[in-house]
C-alpha cells in the first residue's frame, strides 16, 4: 500500500480516535498515576490507544507498533503512536490535546499525522510531499529575528525556569501548551514560531519531526545536532532564529 493511502488511513483513524476522546474530554472515568503525581494516565489514553493499534493491526498485519501505553513491538516497518499527547490538559478540560501517530521505516518517519480533536484540525505529512492542515498547505513563519517571536515549551523541572528567565527580554511571549505534537504542528503551521523539549519520548515527536521539516521547518536537538525519533531533546523551528535560540539554549544548560 503507498504512502499516500497509509497517510488517509492514519487521518481516519486518528479522526475516530478523537471523537471518541471528546465524549470524557475534562471527565474521564479513571484518573491514575503513572511514574510519579506529575504524570497522569486516563481511562482514554487507553481506548484512544486500543482503537488506533487494532485498526492498524487488522489492515497492516506484518507492521510493529511502539505505542506509549505499554506497546513496545519495535520493527524496521512501524508505526509510533501517542493516544494522547497532553493527558493533563485532557484530564482537566484544557483544550490543547492531539492524537499523534506516525509510520516509520528503519526509524525515519515516513509519513506522520496529529489530530486536534477539540479545535478539529488534522495536521499531516509524507515524507517528500509537503505539509497540510485539512488539506490546506502549510508552511513555518517567516519572522527572522526572535524579538518577533512567540515560543512554546514544555514544563521540565531544572530546565523551564532557567530558559524563560533567558528569554524573557527577547522574545514576545514564550507559552506553554501541554501538548509537544500539538505546539510541533502548530509551528509548521506559523503560528508560532519556535518549541523547546527537554526530555520526550519517540511517540511524542516521531509525527512532529516530519510534520515540521515538510513545512520547511528545522529540528535538531538542544545542542545543535540532528535529531532521529529517540534523541530526546527537540527544538523545532522556523529554521530563521534557529542559530540564534540554541546560543540562547547554550548559555544555561
Ligand atoms: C507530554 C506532553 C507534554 C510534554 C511532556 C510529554 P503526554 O505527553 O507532550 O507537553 O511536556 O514531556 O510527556 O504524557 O501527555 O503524552
Ligand atoms: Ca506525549
Ligand atoms: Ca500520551
Known amino acids: 500500500m ?12 486518528s479522526r475516530k480516535a478523537g471523537k471518541i476522546l471528546l465524549s470524557e474530554w475534562g471527565n474521564p472515568a ?5 511514574s510519579s503525581f506529575q504524570d497522569l494516565l486516563t481511562n482514554m489514553d ?18 510493529g507498533v511502539l ?3 505499554g506497546i513496545d513491538e519495535r ?10 499527547d497532553g493527558t493533563v490538559n485532557y484530564a482537566f478540560g484544557l483544550p ?3 492524537v499523534s501517530i ?3 521505516e528503519d526509524d525515519q518517519p515516513k509519513l506522520g499525522v496529529i489530530h486536534l480533536p477539540v479545535i478539529d484540525e488534522t495536521y499531516y505529512a509524507v515524507h517528500g510531499s509537503g505539509a497540510y492542515m485539512d488539506g490546506v498547505r502549510i508552511k513555518v513563519s517567516s519572522r527572522d529575528e526572535l524579538r518577533k517571536t512567540v515560543g512554546l515549551m514544555g514544563f521540565f523541572r531544572g530546565f523551564t525556569g532557567k530558559f524563560i528567565s533567558e528569554m524573557e527580554d527577547k522574545v514576545i511571549r514564550i507559552r506553554m501548551l501541554g501538548s509537544i505534537a500539538a505546539g510541533a504542528a502548530y509551528i509548521a503551521a506559523g503560528r508560532a514560531d519556535f518549541y523547546v523539549a527537554k526530555r520526550a519520548n519517540p511517540w511524542d515527536v516521531a509525527a512532529a519531526v516530519l510534520i515540521l521539516k515538510e513545512a520547511g521547518g528545522r529540528v535538531t536537538d538542544i545542542e545543535g545536532k540532528e535529531v532521529g525519533i529517540y534523541s ?4 523545532f523551528s522556523n529554521g530563521k532564529i534557529h542559530g540564534e535560540l540554541l546560543k540562547h539554549i547554550k548559555d544555561i544548560i
Open 2 to 13: 503507498s504512502l499516500m493511502e497509509r497517510v488517509d488511513f492514519a487521518i481516519k483513524i
Open 30 to 34: 479513571n484518573i491514575s498515576e503513572k
Open 46 to 63: 487507553k481506548k484512544s490507544q486500543s482503537i488506533i493499534v487494532e485498526a492498524i493491526r487488522e489492515k497492516f498485519p506484518e507492521d
Open 67 to 69: 505505542a506509549e501505553e
Open 75 to 84: 520493527k524496521s516497518k512501524m508505526w509510533v503512536i501517542d493516544p494522547i
Open 96 to 98: 490543547s490535546f492531539s
Open 102 to 104: 506516525a509510520y516509520v
Open 232 to 235: 530526546k531533546s527537540y527544538v
